[in-house]
């Protein structure tokens, strides 16, 4: 057996799967075919897998739910691991949660346990640690403020813990954002506010009252482009008239111009088209060019970039 993922797939048993499609695991429904996809459910197997792979020399790519990144349609010749390692405990004003836990039902528990500061995060799809990486955030409050501590696998395999701090966070972004630089996180301690329940509860009501009404359903990325200071990406590309601007399967959802909504069919190629044209009419009307909220993975460049 000479392919280095049929030798790694017959290791790891169960847990692999080869040539496998990555579309459905994506928000958007893109994405070619993983050479060999593993999805860890415990932070043991996580880190064995992730040392495997290292020792196998085979190029990583480390996704949480895959919400905010889109995947080449010609696939990934490497190793793509999705993160589902789950847990969490509450202890006092503490919150520790392991990296795979989805943001929302956490967002969404904080009312019972009478704790503000997560209730903006009860509709964002997604894992704890893309949540971290992107600095995630809606409705005034983001992550990179409550994270007290955070445990990683440093690029060589060294669990280190860190505090908030070493993440840089800023405006959807922390250090860890396109770095390539091999980190994954395991876990994260928040530091949540105590708050009277019925608040909380009256805000996780009101933010998804609000995004019923705001946001489009399907298969989408969520926001697309960056917000430019002082202002709305939805709201300019509205006002450039691009609301339900089609390249292919990929549309401008008519609800929220900064949602591209997969109708069925669409490529990566297509989003992409779609941005460019929305980046070129967006600067003709108001000279302002937007910058991509989502992470595009560009195979060739990952490959070269993340290879551990
Ligand atoms: C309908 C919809 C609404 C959305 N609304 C919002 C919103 O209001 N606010 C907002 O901020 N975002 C929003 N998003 C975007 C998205 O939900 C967030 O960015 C989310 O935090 C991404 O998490 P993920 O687990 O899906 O990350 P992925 O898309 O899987 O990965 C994103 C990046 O993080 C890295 N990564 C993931 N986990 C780890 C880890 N454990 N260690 C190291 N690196 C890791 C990946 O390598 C990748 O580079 C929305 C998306 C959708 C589809």
Known sequence: MSDPYRRLAARLGEEAQLDARLAPFTAIGIGGRAALLVIPRRRESLVRLLGEVREAGLPLYFFGGLTNVLLPDEGLRG????????????????????SGEMIAPLARRTARHALEGLAWAVSVPGTI???LVGNAGAYGGE?????????????????VAVDGRWFDFAYRRSRLKGSGEGWTILSAVLRLR????????????????HRRRTQPRGRTLGSTFKNPPGDYAGRLIDAAGLKG????????????????????????ADYLALMREVQERVMERFGLWLEPEIEIIDAAAEVAARGR
């Open 245 to 268: 601007l089609r390249r292919g399967g990929i549309v401008v959802s008519e609800k929220h111009a900064n949602f591209f909504i997969n109708e069925g069919g669409g490529t990566a």
């Open 129 to 131: 640690g893309g949540a």
């Open 143 to 159: 992550i990179g403020p409550l994270v007290e501590e955070a445990t990683l696998l440093s690029p060589q395999g060294e669990v």
């Open 194 to 209: 105590p708050a009277a329940r019925e608040a909380v509860e009256a805000a996780l009501n009101r933010y998804v009252e």
């Open 79 to 98: 190793v793509v691991m999705l993160n589902r390692v789950r847990g969490h405990r509450f202890d006092g004003t503490v919150l520790r949660v392991e």
